[in-house]
């Protein structure tokens, strides 16, 4: 396994178009986040999977924004109706659960950088 | 509210000195983790160094060690005997549940 993988590394769309990320974490790994980064900052959650079922999201996380897991492995990531003010790093992280107050550590992705037109 | 505060946007060191990078944390919860994550040019962030807030015994990685203190909020980084290949962005972070809160980072720059 070659770590977290993000498809694409980037993307250019014009205002009002939809894109969708997808994220493939490590493969025994049960958790997956999403974080949004912007230049000059640092990345804000946006919303994580233990397996399939969605348990956090942030209130950054407009109605344009939807994520899934279907599966419980890879995920997806869609913004709908994009705007210049959602052009950002999209970072996809995983990790195993925590198991009996054991500390599990989160592997980034490359991100996927997004250029909103 | 969870805020975490670097407040050194920019640092640079010299090859072989040593830098330390600084950061405060605020929390209301009593159980929590913080971190310093490096993100180098090539923009994947990888993990530093890693602090449960419950252990008193600061942190050590080989030449990457932490300064915390629980009672003043602050949680700085310590890069002994620096590297070119230090050379990232360094975030600052805090988990105080499932969600990560990061700063706005430190640029470092190792002038050889």
């Known amino acids: 396994d070659t770590g977290v993988s993000q498809d694409p590394r980037h993307k250019i769309t014009k205002r009002g178009q939809n894109v969708t990320f997808r994220c493939d974490p490590i493969?025994?790994?049960?958790?997956l986040y999403w974080y949004r980064q912007t230049l000059g900052q640092g990345p804000e959650f946006l919303t994580y999977f233990q397996n399939e079922a969605q348990l956090e999201k942030s209130r950054l996380l407009s109605d344009r924004f939807s994520a899934e897991r279907p599966k419980g492995s890879f995920s997806t990531l869609e913004i709908q109706r994009t705007e210049q003010g959602d052009s950002a790093m999209y970072l996809c992280?995983?990790?195993?659960?925590?198991?009996?107050?054991?500390?599990?550590?989160?592997?980034f992705g490359p991100g996927t950088r997004l250029t909103v037109l | 509210a969870q805020t975490v505060t670097q407040s050194q946007p920019e640092m640079s060191v010299q090859e072989a000195e040593t830098v330390t990078l600084s950061c405060t944390y605020d929390t209301s919860e009593n159980n929590y983790y913080l971190f310093w994550y490096k993100q180098p040019p090539s923009r994947q962030m990888i993990l530093v160094i890693r602090?449960?807030?419950?252990?008193?015994q600061n942190a050590t990685e080989n030449r990457f060690s932490v300064n915390f203190q629980k009672a003043a909020k602050s949680f700085s980084l310590k890069i002994s005997d620096s590297q070119l290949g230090d050379t990232a962005m360094y975030f600052c972070a805090a988990q105080p549940g499932n969600q990560f809160y990061f700063g706005t980072g430190t640029s470092l720059t190792v002038i050889p």
């Open positions: 992280a995983s990790s195993l659960s925590w198991t009996s107050g054991k500390y599990n550590e989160q592997f």
């Open positions: 493969s025994e790994h049960n958790r």
């Open positions: 602090q449960e807030a419950y252990k008193q």
